[in-house]
């Protein structure tokens, strides 16, 4: 009768959902040699060059020590990345939920809520596709991060291969495209600049005062100084 049909329904709901999971937690990188080892590219890397075709640049990489990240640089994209990193364990429950609370409200996924722990995941081994499936395994991946690195060794790689403008990734390589100069010879009034171009690496130039510039620096300025 009916009754049977709703239980065969849900469970065939069930065995399809339980599958989707299996599929999402076999389907995940491995991160443990991130331990030890720098990746020479990225997923997103990849993604820009891909969309670039027969204009696309190469991209090299150029690491800079934890130990010559200079700690106000830290602290700068900290307290506008994620204040709450070295508190939660790769998700921020309560930004996430202000996230989704606001991509229902719009009816799109409009809040990005990420940590850097899933911002990192995005960069090394998804791509910028605004999916529901895409953040559940941002958000898987993170936790895995988590489980296998210290917070260092994430903080580290992030400052080391996120997005900085167009063709620009990592720290090193962000300050000397924009200006010219070492990331460890940074004044803070740079430091501020370039941890403003992150939320937003291809529409941002550091070196410019328009609207944004002047409202994100600000902040970040403001805010160091709480």
């Known amino acids: 009768g009916k009754k049977r049909l709703f239980l065969k329904i849900v469970a ?44 696309a640049a190469p991209v090299r990489l150029n690491w800079i020590s934890w130990s010559r990240i200079p700690p106000l640089m830290k602290r700068c994209v900290l307290v506008s ?11 921020d429950f309560a930004e996430l939920r202000a996230s989704i609370e606001k991509d229902l409200k719009e009816g799109r996924l409009a809040r990005g809520g990420s940590t850097i722990t899933q911002q990192l995941a995005k960069n090394l081994f998804l791509s910028t596709s605004k999916s529901l499936v895409r953040k559940l395994r941002e958000a898987l991946i993170a936790r895995r991060l ?4 210290s917070k260092e060794r994430i903080f580290h790689l992030y400052l080391n ?3 900085w403008g167009p063709n620009v990734f990592g720290l090193q390589n962000a300050s000397r495209h924009w200006f010219g100069k070492e990331a460890a010879d940074l004044t803070l ?8 171009v992150i939320p937003r690496p291809l529409r941002s130039d550091p070196r410019k005062n328009d609207s944004w510039m002047r409202f994100k620096g600000r902040w970040v300025a403001d805010t160091l100084r709480t």
């Open 12 to 55: 065939a709901a069930a065995a399809v959902m339980a599958a989707f999971a299996a599929y999402l937690w076999l389907s995940l990188p491995d991160v443990s040699g991130l331990k030890m080892n720098n990746p020479e590219t990225t997923s997103l890397i990849r993604q820009r060059q891909a969309e670039a075709g027969k204009k």
């Open 81 to 91: 990345e994620d204040a709450a990193f070295y508190d939660h364990k790769g998700i």
């Open 146 to 149: 988590e489980k296998r690195l």
């Open 161 to 163: 291969v996120i997005e």
């Open 189 to 196: 009034e740079e430091m501020v600049r370039l941890t403003a």
